[in-house]
């Protein structure tokens, strides 16, 4: 029997391999990690800056690599704000997620006009260091670090001026999940207007990158949200049939 689909999309300055940790845990899945250009597999490929043209970009990537009826999308930070957009694009196009999970931030409207990727250099790397999930060993390397901070500075850009209205509601359910310490945990049911469906969340131990200190508890959530999913979907499928 062919496994479902799960769609990795990646955080501000990751890339295919960034979830990496989270894969031997996801055995009952087809993982398929996309990237946006300029990095990893696509690293002669230009940065891209804008929110729609990486979406589109994501859109066209996962489009193609569907063959399963059933498939989830699961985006950290930057790639939950994508995650959503894509899912509607999907939905538009009469392709239906089985579920969409979001991690590392609170949804749309939340967190205002951030501007992060305008910081001059030294403030840029300071706050990326506040921010951890950076190898520390990387900012001593200067070479490592130039290559480094032209894609999060591109991929900052890219999430702090997403155009994500109240209006990007998908009729996928979502799960949210946020870090303990996030600045924003609180207002993680926020996610919740973005769905028709069910919407359901959990806060984990942890910062932003509380990610690499669950890939357990995360896989968990995922499978069971999906099979979940799935086995409602086909009582609803049963349901229909009754009574026509």
Known sequence: MKKPQLFLLHFAGGSCYSFQFLVPELQGFEVVALELPGRGKRTKEALL?????????????????????????????????????????????NVFPTHVFVSGNAGPGVSGATKRYLLGQKDFVEELRKMGGVPMELFDNKDL?????????????????????????VKAPIYAMMGSQEEQVAAIANWGRFTQGVFQYSVLTGGHFFIYDHPTAIATIINDRYQHSVFKRAVESVSISATV
């Open 49 to 93: 800056t804008d929110f729609d043209a990486a979406a589109q970009d994501i859109f066209e990537q996962l489009k193609a690599k569907i063959n399963s009826p059933h498939f989830v999308i699961y985006g950290h930070s930057m790639g939950a704000y994508l995650a959503l957009h894509v899912a509607r694009m999907l939905e538009n196009v």
């Open 145 to 169: 670090l130039e290559y480094f901070l032209p894609i999060v500075r591109a991929d900052f850009q890219i999430a702090e001026q997403n155009k994500l209205s109240n209006d990007c509601v």
